[in-house]
């Protein structure tokens, strides 16, 4: 079999053919982007260009065959409104601007502290038609944590990483699922007791969350991608049954899924935590393949029963520990656990990309990472 390109590599993997080697792409949490680059760090979260330079450096510093872009829409505006950027304690740099206050560190997300934003509303308050944007023109981060989508500068981002990487690497984009989207309007409390008391206006409220990711995700294919990611964080057994997630996650997962199928570019969904439950169910969007598959104890995904219940139908990308193995493991149980991965995935599926199962944890180290590569050298190739 002849040597592939990293973006031959993971595309014949995620259409269930046989590729030279195993891929390996590793999402980066922002912590240990920021950790492995040190770059200044609000540079890093707003300027779209130091963002691309970081994340093609690190593909190529840890020989990963993709590259993952879970920011985009950056502003060229960010600076206009900025108060004053000072440094603090640890390194830290606190950005003030006219309504809130931000606090970017070389380890963590932002941290953002509103001036008067209102808290979150409860279902009975929900205004569809005013409440919910019809053009999706933020990125629910983390708790309190906004990404702005700049409309006029959505996908620079992609412009700028193929200038860097041509058709030899695999890029990939991301959206956030409706039910994301709904939880942080609502709050998590809130949320999921309106599924309860009012779940028609919840099917409604997150409709219109599916029509305006399905629209952003449309024009997000027509950008020189190979995939695009559903992240899909709160979507595990650890926060709704099985029946709630055919009823509020399914239905609008599987729009945005069909019309991004429909543009041919593959799709995955990244679920974190427990799924066992839900992989058939999973199946069932019409997704290309499925990201995490959380081991024990982290989640309760067994890799080689993942691959014989939906092997055959979709890829796989995952499972490593992020904590217990790459983080925390003594090198030779790390060696280990990447090798059975590596074996299962080569024997048990079609389809198999070698992965952290959730986001690189910010303190693993420079020679844990490069030991995924040593690892698919050693074990992962095919011929």
Not at 7 to 24: I, T, Y
Not at 169 to 185: A, K, M, N
Request: with cysteine; charged share 25%.
């Amino acid at each position: 079999m002849k040597n592939m390109t990293s973006k031959e590599r993971v595309l014949a993997a995620m259409n269930l053919q046989l590729p030279d080697k195993v891929p390996l792409m590793c999402q980066f949490s922002i912590g240990s982007m920021m950790t492995h680059l040190q770059p200044y760090p609000y540079e890093f979260w707003y300027d779209k260009n130091v963002f691309a330079d970081g994340l093609s450096s690190l593909r190529e510093m840890f020989k990963f065959d993709g590259i993952l872009v879970s920011l985009h829409g950056h502003s060229d505006k960010w600076k206009q409104e900025l108060i004053s950027c000072e440094k603090i304690e640890e390194g830290n740099f606190r950005l003030t601007y006219p309504d809130r206050t931000e606090v970017h560190s070389w380890t963590d997300l932002p941290l953002v502290s509103f001036q008067n934003r209102k808290g979150q509303k409860s279902i009975g308050d929900i205004d569809i038609e005013r409440d919910i944007p019809d053009e999706i023109n933020y990125i629910p981060v983390s708790g309190n944590l906004y990404f702005d989508l700049d409309k006029d500068h959505l996908f620079d981002i992609f412009d700028i990483i193929y200038a860097k990487v041509g058709d030899s690497v695999s890029v990939h984009g991301e959206i956030t699922s409706p039910f994301d989207y709904f939880l942080d309007l609502l709050g998590y409390e809130n949320g999921l007791v309106a599924l309860i008391m009012e779940p028609e206006k919840c099917k409604l409220i997150l409709a219109k969350f599916a029509n305006g990711i399905m629209d952003l995700a449309v024009k997000m294919c027509d950008k020189p991608i190979d995939a695009i990611k559903i992240s899909s964080p709160f979507a595990g057994m650890g926060f709704i049954s099985m029946e709630d997630y055919r009823e509020f996650v399914l239905p609008y997962e599987q729009k945005i899924i069909q019309a991004i199928r429909a543009k041919g570019v593959h799709v995955y969904i990244h679920t974190c935590g427990s799924i066992d439950d839900r992989l058939e169910l999973m199946r069932e969007s019409g997704t290309s393949g499925l990201e995490c598959l959380d081991p024990i104890p982290v989640g309760n995904v067994d890799l080689e029963d993942a691959f014989r219940r939906i092997g055959n139908d979709l890829f796989i990308k995952g499972n490593i520990d992020s904590v217990n193995t790459l983080l925390f493991a003594e090198d030779e149980k790390a060696e280990a656990d990447v090798k059975k991965i590596i074996e299962i995935g080569m024997t048990k599926g079609k389809g198999f990309i070698l992965s952290t199962a959730c986001s690189i944890a910010p303190m693993v180290t420079n020679q844990r990472l490069l030991m995924l590569s040593e690892l698919i050298q050693k074990y992962g190739c095919y011929t």
